[in-house]
């Protein structure tokens, strides 16, 4: 009688779905686009404290997003509405807490 060892080949390619599925989950965890976006291109100017202080000038989300999508043009990066999605949830999410 021939037996193969049939089942290894299955085990082996769930072990590299088991694997790669915890990694995507953890990078997932770890990265936020909008804060890396945010910390290599805005905050060298102003890390947090323009968010933060007496008078700040963004009341309303919409206002946010359109400073964001302004300064992005401002500091010649054209960010894509992704990005600038993005950004603005990190900022208000860290800052300004805003609902609408
Ligand atoms: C060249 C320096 C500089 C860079 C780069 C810069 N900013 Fe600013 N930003 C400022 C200054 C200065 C102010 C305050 C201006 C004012 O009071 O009108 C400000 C104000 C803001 C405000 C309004 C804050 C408030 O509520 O009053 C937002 C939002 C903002 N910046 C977002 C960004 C984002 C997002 C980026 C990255 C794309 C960025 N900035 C890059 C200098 C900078």
Redesign the pocket.
């Known amino acids: 009688m021939n037996v193969l060892p049939s089942h290894r080949p299955l085990r082996l390619a769930s072990l590299l779905i088991c694997l790669s599925l915890t990694s995507l989950q953890v990078g997932a965890q770890d990265f936020d686009p909008g804060r890396a976006l945010?910390e290599n291109?805005?905050q060298?100017?102003?890390a947090g404290w323009?968010?933060t202080r007496e008078g700040?000038?963004?009341t309303r989300l919409d206002d946010?997003h359109a400073?964001?999508g302004a300064?992005?043009v401002?500091?010649g990066?054209h960010w894509t509405s992704e990005e600038i999605d993005a950004?603005t949830r990190y900022?208000n999410r860290r800052f300004y807490q805003l609902t609408e």
């Open positions: 945010y291109h805005c060298q100017c102003h323009v968010h700040r000038k963004v946010l400073r964001v300064w992005s401002h500091a990066l950004v900022v």
